[in-house]
């Protein structure tokens, strides 16, 4: 039961009754029937109604797998053509820590045609149907159940023409967020909406970072990461970024062996929700390794990315992010890592940090979610002289760091993960 539990609520899992509450179920609802419930899909049907000679409808059904289907049509009813532009967007809050910026996202869907009037020959509707799938809706799931919808319609108009018009798009959409009282805004492109060119909204210089009255959001393949800097406002000229350099190569090489694409990693002094460092893949194949205060000095910085900095082992967190540069670089990377890196999982409300604890070794690497990856490499690395790793008990015991003999051999247990996985670059 405990499985088709995790199947049904994925994350939500951590507060059946913070899940029942949201939904508006009264107390007494059995687990099989919350679950049922909440696994339906979320469907919008509604009419468009304009102020010309132009009307239609558009519904949108999500799926608790992350799929989606986006349909509709318009029709031209005079004598006037139109070229149309419809931008349908779902918002919700994100949770997010106690004490941290609120936030909020948008999942955008848009479409784009012609129709045409009684003055010029042509097909009076224009219908569109866009099916796809994107994980992060999946991941996301109890925050789009909370969600609401709106809709914009222009006229002669192409969202995804030239850059200034994609910027205008986006800047449209986070405009939404004011609904949710949201300072960060996640922006998650699909269908038609995915097919914006996102490199030509780059800061000049910046690869994969938009800055903007806004804040300041780092962008992947298929959505916007809102972005922070500590104590100081998110402008382009308060970002940094900047490749690796050799000795960072080097010291970081002690560890993957040649196994992380170097030449694609770009540093900045960004971080996420919560003051969390992270790391996501850009534009043209660039991995954007978002450092925070550790920016300057990653290998000898003993910080978390934010704040005071605490009696880590120099360097242990860009190992951990390089960790994540190391997933994606071999395609285990998953979707929905955007929100679990960000802190924006539930589980991680009130400063729960159990994604990242990772217990014994043993089970397979492919197990391990992508935090408790990252942290098993980055905490061999450290060593550990004390059987508790960040005051929880493990089931472990003292090794020294970077022990690169097994366990049986008087090293560490978790040696096994980075010889036959990470410097065999295999999942």
Not at 288 to 303: A, E, K, L, S, W
Not at 337 to 349: I, Q
Request: glycine letters at 14%; hydrophobic letters at 40%; a negative charge.
């Amino acid at each position: 039961m405990a499985m088709s539990v995790r199947q049904a609520f994925g994350h939500g899992a951590g507060s059946l009754e913070r899940t029942r509450s949201r939904m508006g179920i009264p107390r007494g609802a059995s687990v099989r029937q919350l679950a049922g419930q909440f696994v339906q899909d979320i469907v919008f049907d509604e009419p468009i109604v304009t102020d010309d000679a132009l009307g239609g409808q558009h519904r949108l059904t999500l799926r608790r797998d992350g799929s989606f289907r986006y349909e509709g049509h318009l029709r031209a009813t005079g004598f006037p053509s139109f070229e149309v532009s419809i931008l349908t967007t779902l918002g919700y809050p994100i949770d997010v820590p106690p004490g941290t910026p609120t936030a909020a996202a948008q999942v955008a869907f848009a479409a784009h045609g012609e129709c045409h009037g009684t003055n010029e020959p042509g097909d009076r509707d224009f219908s569109w149907n866009q099916e796809g799938l994107l994980p992060i809706l999946a991941a996301e799931w109890e925050g789009l159940r909370r969600c609401t919808l709106q809709h914009q319609v222009q006229f002669d108009t192409d969202f995804f023409g030239a850059a200034g018009d994609a910027v205008s798009f986006l800047a449209q959409t986070v405009l939404l967020a004011s609904a949710f009282g949201a300072v960060g805004v996640a922006v998650i492109l699909a269908g038609e909406a995915a097919q914006i060119d996102q490199g030509q909204m780059v800061v000049p210089g910046t690869v994969g970072i938009l800055a903007g009255a806004a804040g300041a959001f780092v962008f992947g393949p298929s959505m916007l990461i809102p972005a922070f800097i500590a104590g100081a406002a998110a402008a382009a000229a308060a970002i940094k970024q900047r490749p690796m350099d050799g000795p960072e190569r080097d010291f970081a090489d002690r560890v993957f062996q040649g196994r992380v694409p170097y030449d694609r990693v770009l540093l900045t002094n960004l971080t996420g929700l919560g003051g969390r460092p992270f790391t996501c893949p850009g534009p043209g194949g660039v991995i954007i390794v978002n450092m925070g205060d550790g920016f300057d000095r990653p290998t000898t910085y003993v910080g978390n990315g934010s704040g005071p900095e605490i009696s880590r082992a120099p360097g242990q967190l860009l190992v951990h992010e390089l960790t994540h540069a190391w997933q994606i670089a071999n395609e285990t990377f998953l979707p929905e890592y955007y929100c679990r890196a960000l802190g924006t999982a539930s589980g991680t409300a009130g400063g729960d940090m159990s994604a990242y604890d990772y217990g014994p070794a043993g089970p397979a690497w492919g197990s391990f979610n992508t935090e408790q990856q990252a942290a098993i490499i980055d905490g061999w690395f450290a060593g550990s002289d004390a059987p508790t790793l960040e005051g929880k008990v493990q089931p472990q015991r003292m090794f020294p760091p970077m022990s690169s003999v097994d366990i049986t051999e008087g090293g560490s247990p978790y040696f096994r993960y980075v010889r036959d996985n990470l410097r065999a670059g295999i999942a």
